[in-house]
């Protein structure tokens, strides 16, 4: 059944608020979702009824907690199409994914390989890379994004001269943060593959937006966050092939990811457990399932549809307005756009539109080395989800006239 996106508004209760007097427009979903009744009942529901550490406890509420957090984690196997539970490894979130296999990396690889990245990145998906380069002689690469106003996303010819045998590891992103550019993950995935070289997606911008398949991607590892598809903060998802999560060493040491331990040295548990030392975010986790239900219940295709509708409605109404600069593909792209004004810095223009409203955001977004190819010091960025209209889309865009208006723009 087809979501009716006039009701889901009400299933977020921070939305029914207004900021200065004016209804609230949540435009900053780039950064964080907003969370439904559903998740924030689950976090209540484990709070008050089942909270306990998990896995150790022999009482009741151990094993509630622990039957709440191993279900959760099957759940999300499902949600994404793992093969197996223990593919799935809990972490704080995108940047602790990444920072994980970056970091296990590190004993595999020597000074002459290749880690290859792309232009595009978010600093989560690159300055871990350049530790492990510094670390190891390894040799980081970026496959270029297309054109001075990055229109074309990656220059994939520029990818076949770059995927030579050197490359052990291929890290990019499923959606742009900044560009809205979806890449093409399932290529990727199998050019990096008949290369001999294993893959990284940073799936942050994509998880809650898109349908996402592991397996039909055909990637190695897959790292996401919880927050930015309607689940709680500070839980997030490292995916890794099996085999894969088994030939990597632990990178945090402690509690619960051990076999045996003596005075003089300590034996590790199989994935997921060695990956998850210490007392997990076990609340984060139960609620994050219950997110996946949620989306899942309006359908990710439709999701995809209705979000990606509004990024190109946005490109077209704001594309009207006079000294703008819109970055990212003209067509084909994700729910957000990325602009800027030669005279308004944008965060003159966030501050001006949270009067009227509008959550927007302004800023580098964590990508500099970005901003900086394209000639930019910030943008301001409209990123749309689920609760989103086009009635708001009209808001931002008077918001902005007015903006304009004041510093003499228009």
Same mark, same amino acid.
Not at 34 to 52: F, G, M, W
Not at 110 to 129: Q, R
Not at 170 to 180: D, E, G
Not at 234 to 260: A, F, K, N, Q, W
């Given at each position: 059944?087809?979501?009716?996106?006039?009701?889901?508004?009400?299933?977020?209760?921070?939305?029914?608020?207004?900021?200065?007097?004016?209804?609230?427009?949540?435009?900053?979903?780039?950064?964080?979702?907003?969370?439904?009744?559903?998740?924030?009942?689950?976090?209540?529901?484990?709070?008050?009824?089942?909270?306990?550490?998990?896995?150790?406890?022999?009482?009741?509420?151990?094993?509630?907690?622990?039957?709440?957090?191993?279900?959760?984690?099957?759940?999300?196997?499902?949600?994404?199409?793992?093969?197996?539970?223990?593919?799935?490894?809990?972490?704080?979130?995108?940047?602790?994914?990444?920072?994980?296999?970056?970091?296990?990396?590190?004993?595999?690889?020597?000074?002459?390989?290749?880690?290859?990245?792309?232009?595009?990145?978010?600093?989560?998906?690159?300055?871990?890379?350049?530790?492990?380069?510094?670390?190891?002689?390894?040799?980081?690469?970026?496959?270029?994004?297309?054109?001075?106003?990055?229109?074309?996303?990656?220059?994939?010819?520029?990818?076949?001269?770059?995927?030579?045998?050197?490359?052990?590891?291929?890290?990019?992103?499923?959606?742009?943060?900044?560009?809205?550019?979806?890449?093409?993950?399932?290529?990727?995935?199998?050019?990096?593959?008949?290369?001999?070289?294993?893959?990284?997606?940073?799936?942050?911008?994509?998880?809650?937006?898109?349908?996402?398949?592991?397996?039909?991607?055909?990637?190695?590892?897959?790292?996401?966050?919880?927050?930015?598809?309607?689940?709680?903060? %500070?839980?997030?998802? &490292?995916?890794?092939?099996?085999?894969? $999560? =088994? @030939? /990597? +060493?632990?990178?945090?040491?402690?509690?619960?990811?051990?076999?045996?331990?003596?005075?003089?040295?300590?034996?590790?548990?199989?994935?997921?457990?060695?990956?998850?030392?210490?007392?997990?975010?076990?609340? %984060?986790?139960?609620? &994050?399932?219950?997110?996946?239900?949620? $989306? =899942? @219940? /309006? +359908?990710?295709?439709?999701?995809?549809?209705?979000?990606?509708?509004?990024?190109?409605?946005?490109?077209?109404?704001?594309?009207?307005?006079?000294?703008?600069?819109?970055?990212?593909?003209?067509?084909?792209? %994700?729910?957000?756009?990325?602009?800027?004004?030669?005279?308004?810095?944008?965060?003159?223009?966030?501050?001006?539109?949270?009067?009227?409203?509008?959550?927007?955001?302004?800023?580098?977004?964590?990508?500099?080395?970005?901003?900086?190819?394209?000639?930019?010091?910030?943008?301001?960025?409209?990123?749309?989800?689920?609760?989103?209209?086009?009635?708001?889309?009209?808001?931002?865009?008077?918001?902005?006239?007015?903006?304009?208006?004041?510093?003499?723009?228009?």
């Amino acid at each position: 059944m087809a979501a009716d996106w006039s009701r889901v508004r009400a299933d977020f209760p921070i939305l029914q608020q207004t900021v200065h007097g004016k209804p609230l427009v949540y435009l900053d979903n780039g950064a964080t979702a907003q969370k439904p009744r559903v998740v924030i009942d689950a976090l209540v529901r484990y709070y008050e009824s089942d909270n306990s550490n998990v896995h150790r406890g022999l009482h009741a509420l151990s094993m509630r907690a622990t039957d709440g957090y191993e279900g959760a984690r099957t759940r999300i196997a499902r949600f994404i199409n793992a093969a197996d539970p223990a593919e799935i490894i809990f972490t704080r979130g995108t940047t602790e994914g990444i920072n994980i296999v970056a970091r296990s990396f590190a004993s595999l690889l020597k000074p002459g390989d290749v880690i290859l990245a792309t232009e595009m990145e978010h600093h989560s998906n690159l300055v871990p890379w350049q530790q492990v380069a510094r670390a190891t002689g390894a040799i980081l690469r970026h496959v270029p994004v297309l054109g001075v106003d990055a229109e074309g996303g990656l220059d994939l010819d520029a990818l076949d001269r770059l995927l030579t045998p050197q490359v052990k590891v291929f890290a990019f992103t499923h959606m742009s943060n900044t560009l809205a550019t979806i890449n093409p993950a399932m290529e990727l995935c199998q050019r990096a593959r008949a290369a001999g070289a294993l893959t990284v997606i940073d799936a942050a911008q994509s998880i809650g937006h898109m349908p996402v398949d592991v397996r039909a991607l055909g990637c190695d590892f897959l790292a996401f966050s919880g927050h930015k598809m309607c689940g709680p903060t %500070g839980i997030g998802v &490292l995916y890794g092939r099996r085999t894969l $999560l =088994d @030939r /990597l +060493g632990p990178t945090e040491t402690g509690g619960g990811m051990v076999v045996s331990v003596d005075y003089d040295g300590a034996r590790w548990k199989p994935a997921p457990e060695r990956f998850e030392a210490g007392t997990p975010n076990i609340a %984060g986790a139960i609620g &994050l399932a219950v997110a996946c239900d949620y $989306l =899942d @219940r /309006l +359908g990710r295709e439709a999701i995809a549809r209705h979000d990606n509708a509004l990024g190109q409605l946005a490109y077209e109404k704001l594309s009207a307005l006079p000294g703008i600069r819109i970055i990212g593909p003209r067509g084909g792209r %994700g729910g957000l756009v990325s602009f800027a004004f030669a005279d308004v810095h944008a965060h003159d223009v966030v501050t001006f539109a949270d009067e009227d409203g509008i959550a927007l955001r302004g800023g580098h977004h964590c990508n500099q080395p970005l901003m900086r190819k394209l000639g930019l010091t910030s943008t301001t960025r409209a990123s749309f989800y689920v609760y989103n209209t086009e009635a708001e889309i009209d808001v931002l865009v008077k918001s902005l006239q007015r903006i304009l208006k004041f510093f003499g723009g228009a």
